[in-house]
């Protein structure tokens, strides 16, 4: 919390019961937080989950949980990477909307939209990914999602001649989520390997900044784009 210029720590750490170990160690691997910092998500991908953590006065308590397994049963036959799922992730302002990366044990990744209503969490079914453009492997990394919740940027791996990265977009529309544009950067002029680091979105979703790097030789030349929808 900031007080002026004066950072201090709001309450007691975040933390998980368990054992000690993997379960623990990778426990906040990657974090998001809402806009009225009432809900935080936190992920543990070796311990194959992400938890989500509501704030009740000055306390932080465990609300809910993600897991692959869940993902196993309404998937049908889907077996999660262990060390993958949770990798990334994101929360629109409202904390209704979680965007999760995970990457099965065989095939491409994808990330898993999650929507609260009234304080219930549920899988919504959906799964982003950019296997349908043609040559691609969709090994997600990274995501993004904006303000609404309706707009989100994962990044993933394709092949165009040779191995190189990009993000993609999809917006939500009558309850559907679907790729919006093509992928971005849409080329890589350099004509060098390209390695997206990750991805931001504005709180309207209309302007994406993405980093990467191209990979010329060992060294690289790191830079980031911004696009405008």
């Known amino acids: 919390m900031r007080a002026g210029t004066t950072w201090t720590q709001s309450g007691p750490k975040i933390a998980v019961a368990g054992d000690s170990g993997c379960y623990r160690a990778c426990f906040g691997a990657s974090v998001a937080l809402s806009a009225d910092a009432q809900t935080a998500l936190v992920s543990y991908p070796d311990a194959l989950g992400v938890g989500v953590f509501a704030r009740d006065g000055g306390t932080w308590h465990l609300d809910g949980a993600f897991h692959g397994q869940f993902l196993n049963q309404t998937l049908g036959g889907v077996t999660m990477n262990d060390a993958e799922f949770g990798e990334d992730i994101a929360l629109s302002a409202s904390g209704d909307t979680a965007l999760v990366m995970g990457s099965p044990s065989l095939g491409p990744s994808f990330a898993y939209i999650f929507d609260r209503v009234h304080g219930t969490w549920t899988f919504s079914r959906q799964r982003l990914g950019s296997k349908s453009e043609e040559n691609s492997t969709a090994d997600g990394q990274t995501v993004a999602i904006s303000a609404d919740g309706h707009t989100a940027l994962i990044t993933g791996d394709y092949i165009n001649g040779d191995y190189a990265e990009a993000a993609w977009a999809f917006t939500l529309t ?39 790097n191209t990979r010329d030789g060992l060294l690289g030349s790191g830079r980031a784009w911004i696009y405008r929808r």
Do not use: C, Y
């Open 174 to 212: 009558h309850g559907r989520w679907k790729p919006f544009g093509l992928r971005l950067p849409a080329s890589n002029a350099t004509g060098s390997k390209l390695q997206v680091m990750n991805v931001a979105l504005s709180g309207n979703g209309d302007e994406a900044l993405i980093g990467g």
